[in-house]
Structures are given as C-alpha cells and as structure tokens.
C-alpha cells in the first residue's frame, strides 16, 4: 500500500470508527430492548477492531494485532453468549425483553 | 487502487452496521451484523491479517449470528399491541441519529483532511504470527480459555430447562 492510499484508508477508518460508536451509543441510549442493546455492544466491537487494524498498520506490527483481533473476538463470543443467556432468563421470567423488566429483581 | 477497495469495503460495513441498529426486525438486524463482519473480513485478508479474518468470519459471522438467531426464536413472543406501539416509537427513535452522524462525519473529515499524513512503516515487516501469539503473548491465550469456559457456562443457561 503506497503512501496515498494509506492516508485515505487512515482518514475513512477513522470517520467509520467514529461514526459506528456514535451510532451504537446512540442506540444504546434510547433503545430498551436487550437483544438490541447485544447488537449495539457488537457493534461497538466491531468500531475497536477497525481501530486495531489501523494501528498495527501504523506500527507496522500486523502479527501482534492478529493476535490482539483474536484475544477481541474471543471476548466478543463470551460477552453475546452470556448477555443472551440473560436475555432469555429475563424473558422467561417477565414475558418481556424490556429492561426496565430487570428492576424487579430481587438483590 | 487498494486505498479505494478499502473505502468501498468500509462504506459497505459500516452501512450494513447502521442497519444492524435501525432496522426495526431483530432477525435482519442480525443478518446485518453478520453481513457487517463478512465485509470486515475482507478488509482483514487485505490487510494481510488472514489468522484475524479466519476468526472474525468463522466465529462473529457464523457463531454470534446463530447465537442472535436462536436468542430471537427463544424470545418471539408479542401482542400486536405491543409489536404496534413499539413501531411507532421505533420510527421515532432514529431519526435524529442520522442528523448527528451528518454533522459528525463531515466535521471529522475535514479536520483530519487539514492534518498531514501520517507515515507508514509498512504492513509486513517480518513478525511471525505463530511466535507473536504462542510466545510473545502466551498470558492471553490462558485469558482466553477462561473467557470460553465463561462462554460454556453461558450456553448451558441458555439452554436450560424450564421448570
């Protein structure tokens, strides 16, 4: 990748980082269903590993950040599996994937 | 040429991300994710990161799209009252999102379009991925099986009976 090609690639990564977590915090604010509040956590990933692609491109270091991107999407399965078991407890027990169904809970 | 297919590659992405969180239908909200991690992979083999685009497309374009799929047919289960108040307020909801992401995307544009360019040190300069993740970084492979363990004892209260 030449020079020009890196600073465009540089600029876009970093607009479309921005944009997705405005996006995903935007909708983790006002939405109040669980399994889109999932979605918008993995959106949030996926804003992080483009981020991580661009930095091992800077440092010039792609192995590391390999190792890094797997160490995230690891994270990724465990958090969207456990947050979907919640989710479907919470259903389970309230009839509802609202959030606001959580407060009441007992502890 | 590369520094275009990129830019296409990352438009796709990050369109098919902003359906992922607007779309009203859960389902194709999880397409959406999963088409979002297809485009991200390719951006990775590129890149010349083909370990990283293995795993984002085995695990978050597969896995986590089956995981969303079984979550939303577990869950299925609203009055049409409820399905039509809430696609109303659906509507409602998003739309000054897309106002923000205009007026964000265009000021960060032309600011990092005033910076100089960066420079690049070159993507392949000899790092061996099986040493870096089998030896330099041996802690987070241990950090990792505990992560899946937490993700089996994750399925195994997503399929639990129900009393």
């Given amino acids: ?107 | 040429m590369t520094g275009i297919t990129l830019l296409i590659l990352l438009v796709i992405m990050v369109l098919f991300l902003l359906l992922a969180l607007t779309k009203k239908s859960l389902l194709k909200s999880a397409v959406a994710l999963a088409c979002a991690s297809v485009m991200l992979t390719i951006i990775l083999f590129i890149l010349a990161a083909p370990w990283g685009a293995v795993f984002e497309l085995s695990v978050c374009a597969g896995l986590i799209t089956v995981v969303f799929i079984s979550t939303i047919s577990m869950t299925d289960a609203k009055s049409k009252r409820e399905d039509y108040e809430e696609r109303k307020l659906h509507n409602k909801k998003f739309a000054p999102l897309f106002f923000i992401l205009a007026v964000v995307v265009a000021a960060t544009a032309y600011f990092l379009s005033q910076q100089a360019g960066i420079v690049i040190q070159g993507n392949e300069l000899g790092y061996d991925f099986k040493e870096v993740l089998w030896n330099t970084r041996q802690t987070d492979i241990v950090g990792q099986i505990v992560l899946v363990l937490a993700a089996v004892f994750g399925i195994t209260v997503f399929f639990k009976e129900v009393d």
């Fill in chain 1, 1 to 107: 990748m030449n020079t020009a090609d890196f600073n465009l690639f540089t600029v876009s990564v970093l607009v479309a980082a921005l944009t997705i977590v405005i996006a995903a915090v935007y909708t983790l604010i006002r939405t109040n269903n669980l399994i889109r509040v999932i979605i918008a956590v993995e959106v949030m990933m996926k804003a992080v590993t483009l981020l991580l692609i661009l930095a091992g491109l800077v440092a010039g270091n792609m192995a590391l950040i390999q190792s890094f991107i797997i160490t995230i999407i690891v994270c990724e399965v465990a958090v969207a599996i456990v947050a979907a078991g919640i989710a479907v407890n919470c259903y389970r027990k309230n009839g509802s994937l609202n959030i606001s169904a959580l407060e009441k809970l007992k502890g």
